[in-house]
């Protein structure tokens, strides 16, 4: 059976083809006619039974009754005299064709995804004003303008927009939603990453960013999939090369690559290709003018540090070894004093303030151990500070721990080593609470676990099991407890650091 033309009575009667805008239709208007209105949705055959055959004769549906009943005589100018009718009309200069296309009309889905996307970027960046945001976090205020073309972003959207309102509202049925919504954009990337072009996209790489934080909000990998997909972003860093980043949009996506890079070498101790001369040329206007970028470009190389001394202990060394990556490790120590020293200038850019100021942060851990706390002049500020802090203590107490094995320190050294790296782990710890307001945003939540972890080693090694504790119970908490379906380890990539042991390295 043919299907029922959904049009309205005079397109249908006109056989043309009729846009079905409510209550009237833009082609009747345009012509100056009276729009009848539609046939209903749910309408009914109706039979007649032949008394004789007993069978039923279907009998023509009187469509007139519907005509107009969804319109009262004073909605339209149409329903007066021919003259008013006249009046209506559009003027010359305002008239179009009749036959020129029609603004195409938002769909539910376009529109529900417009909706997440808004509520995504409200709670996931700080809500406080301030200098411009890190790089990584000003990416996300753009991706509303990102071309709705590109199935491989929408489908990252959706499923990191969904994950987002799922822990908000701590909604277990979402969280089942949200990661249907990452397999539709683990196929979608696959597509988009076997087309050699679209591989190269900022749209992809933008994506599978994207799926990066999704891992972060609900990953249930133990850290496995946060690393493969970073894995997957630094390959398709190599496929484009360091001449490609120009615009922008680009030099956000890796800044924001970047840092996820940076995180897991700390974890892994690899380096990646990022510290190479050639892809430190990407960064170094940026890095003039931009006190996030200058500082990553010297923690960046902190990961190779860390790989050469792993491979000195596993394969022998040489005095002439030792010497050069002690050497090594305090050029960049001095280059990271030099950077806070230009970076707060006159003064620390933060105020110490009780804990109890940090709103709602009690309610995740209510010791006081870290008791003032840390207030920034503005959430750059948290991020550049703690990002430095938990990058120094790595560097630093990698130093120190060459230096104990292979020189020998006298007392008074041992005194201020220890004094140094005590001070940067009490001011991750400092800082947490700031991070952990909602005000701050998941942003800041999510980017202070990995310094927590940082601290937390170092409370371990020296034995302070009430500050490791504190850390610990923070960790679980800005997690979001009781929402995921294994507990989160404090070492995500304790199992993947296994797997890639010996001479596979990190790309």
């Known amino acids: 059976m043919p299907k029922r033309s959904t049009g309205c009575f005079e397109c249908r009667k006109r056989k043309v083809r009729c846009d079905e805008t409510k209550p ?9 006619t009276k729009c009848p209105g539609y046939r209903p949705t749910q309408s009914f055959i109706l039979h007649k039974f032949d008394e004789q055959t007993d069978r039923p004769a279907l009998i023509k549906e009187d469509e007139t009754r519907y005509k107009y009943a969804n319109q009262s005589p004073t909605d339209s100018v149409h329903s007066k005299s021919p003259l008013a009718r006249a009046v209506a009309r559009l003027p010359a200069s305002e008239a179009r064709p009749i036959d020129e296309p029609l603004p195409k009309q938002v769909s539910c889905v376009a529109a529900d995804r417009i909706q997440h996307l808004g509520t995504f970027i409200a709670l996931y960046l700080p809500r406080a ?5 890190p790089p990584p976090s000003a990416l996300m205020l753009g991706l509303p303008t990102m071309p709705a073309n590109s199935q491989v972003l929408l489908a990252a959207v959706d499923a990191l927009s969904a994950a987002q309102l799922a822990v908000d509202n701590r909604n277990l049925p979402l969280i089942n939603r949200s990661r249907s919504l990452y397999g539709t954009a683990l196929s979608q990337m696959l597509r988009a990453i076997q087309d ?5 996209k900022d749209e992809t ?4 960013y994207l799926l990066t934080l999704y891992e972060v909000f609900v990953g249930v990998t133990q ?3 946060f690393f493969y997909h970073v894995q997957g972003l630094l390959h398709l860093l190599r496929q484009r090369g360091p001449s490609s980043f120009q615009s922008r949009l680009s030099m956000q996506i890796f800044h924001a690559i970047r840092y996820n890079s940076l995180s897991i070498g700390y974890h892994m ?9 050639e892809w430190l040329t990407v960064t170094v206007k940026a890095a003039k003018v931009d ?4 500082l990553q470009d010297i923690c960046i190389c902190i990961p190779r540090l860390l790989e050469r001394t792993d491979r000195l202990a596993r394969d022998g060394c040489s005095h002439a070894d030792i010497d050069a990556l002690i050497d090594d490790s305090q050029n960049l120590a001095s280059r990271g004093f030099d950077w806070i020293s230009n970076f707060e200038k006159n003064r620390p850019l933060y105020n110490k303030v009780d804990i109890g100021l940090m709103t709602e942060f009690l309610d995740i851990c209510a010791e006081r151990i870290f008791d003032p706390v840390f207030d920034f002049d503005y959430f750059g500020a948290g991020i550049c500070y703690m990002i430095y802090w938990m990058s120094m203590l790595i560097l630093q107490g990698n130093t120190f721990k060459l230096l104990r094995q292979y020189r020998q320190l006298e007392l008074k050294q041992l005194m201020m080593w220890d004094r140094q790296l005590g001070g940067y782990a009490d001011h991750i710890c400092r800082s947490i609470p700031y991070n952990c307001r909602p005000m701050a945003g998941y942003t800041a939540k999510f980017g202070c676990l990995t310094p927590l972890v940082v601290a937390r080693k170092y409370y371990e090694a020296k034995g302070a099991t009430k500050e490791a504790g504190w850390c610990e119970k923070v960790y679980l908490g800005a997690r979001v407890p009781g929402l995921y379906q294994s507990p989160i380890p404090l070492e995500p990539l304790k199992e993947v650091k296994n797997t890639v042991q010996g001479n596979n390295r990190f790309i």
């Open 24 to 32: 009237e239709c833009n082609i009747c208007l345009r012509r100056g």
């Open 129 to 133: 004003d301030g200098p411009a945001l």
């Open 269 to 277: 101790r690899k380096a990646s290709m990022l510290d190479s001369p």
């Open 205 to 208: 790489l933008l994506s599978t």
């Open 196 to 200: 050699p072009v679209t591989a190269l």
């Open 223 to 225: 850290g496995h999939g």
């Open 291 to 294: 006190p996030y970028v200058a």
